[in-house]
């Protein structure tokens, strides 16, 4: 789970990490308001949502005035922000966050993250900080310092100097960033964050070190642990048929192609979807319906499906083992009574019940088509797909 800035930059305050001052705002006059609060010479407006590469497409503007400010925040409410993050739609801007802005003598760049590979939480760093860190990693790797945190042993002092020396920062500049790295191991610990990302980390004109920018990523198999974290989602950030599936504890990933599909198991589906690509069509979705499910929940599956308007044909590949292809079958017919649609549906079951889920099928509605196998069904449906477009 991803959330806004503003309220990163709040736990960031609770774990001892220096931020600007700052004020979300949700409307022009409040923006006005908040730079007055705020006092200085200028201000940062900053559109709050779930991407990076704000700056580069008008996310990330200055105000010289409160005026300005103002003007400013109303242009962004209400528009759909489009980077490199966030697909063609964009995102919605609802708020914007009014930041007081300081003289920057230099950007670095600092993240903690869960290094499942080598099995530790690692910082990484660089000098060379700012929007485009994607590309020093790509291009001047040697810039990117990495620290590996055994979880025995935890942050050691002479680990924060190697980052600090890196950095080249010097005396009192140290113990802050000591301080910095130890809030945010303290805050990804407790709470289940998987990558915490400040991005830039910056050294202003009185050599204080601030976190510019902040970015948190959590766990969502820890959500349960957490409700103050829960209370922070967004939904307007996210898939609308994502966070439906989320309602029925349905595993439900929206893609680009046109063949929508319904399986039960992740690997089943992966190998699904592969077989789709194979026979030349593209995946709409990821669906796994899991190993216990119902009528209800195959139901709203086939109706997150059908409701993707790019979807030309839905694949349905069920094994029967905890679920029975009966109740798949069930599902099926329910949802089509209740969406009325004429698109093709390749249906491919095997396993417990897959006669009883067949003979239900049968016959039931034209455009359900019962499939000899798996390589048959994806056939069927690449072709009947493509006859649609």
Known sequence: MNIHEFQAKQLFKDYQIPVPESVVVTSANAAS??????????????????????????G????????????????????????????????????????????IKREFYLSLLVDRHQERLCFIASRAGGMDIEVVAEQTPEKIINLFINPAAGLQAYQCRQIAFALALQGEQIKALQKIMTGMLQLLVEKDASQIEINPLVEIDDDRLFALDAKINFDDNALALHKDITALRDTAQEDEKENKAKQFDLSYITLDGNIGCMVNGAGLAMATMDLVKLKGGTPANFLDVGGGTSTEKVTEAFKLIVSDANVQAVLVNIFGGIVHCDVIAQGILEALKQIKTDLPVIVRLEGTHAEE??????????NIIAAENLDHAAEQAVSLAGARV
Do not use: C, F, Y
């Not at 300005?68 to 708020?95: C, D, F, H, W, Y």
């Not at 067949?358 to 034209?366: G, K, P, V």
């Open 33 to 58: 308001d908040a730079a007055k609060v705020l006092a200085g010479d200028s201000w940062a407006i900053k559109a709050q949502v779930h991407a990076g590469g704000r700056g580069k497409v008008g």
């Open 60 to 103: 990330v503007k200055i105000a010289q005035t409160a005026e300005s400010a103002s003007q400013l925040t109303a242009q962004m409410l209400g528009q759909r922000l489009v980077t490199k993050q966030t697909g063609k739609e964009g995102l919605p801007i609802n708020s914007v966050l009014v930041e007081k802005t300081h003289p």
């Open 357 to 366: 889920g067949r003979a239900l099928l049968q016959d039931a509605a034209a």
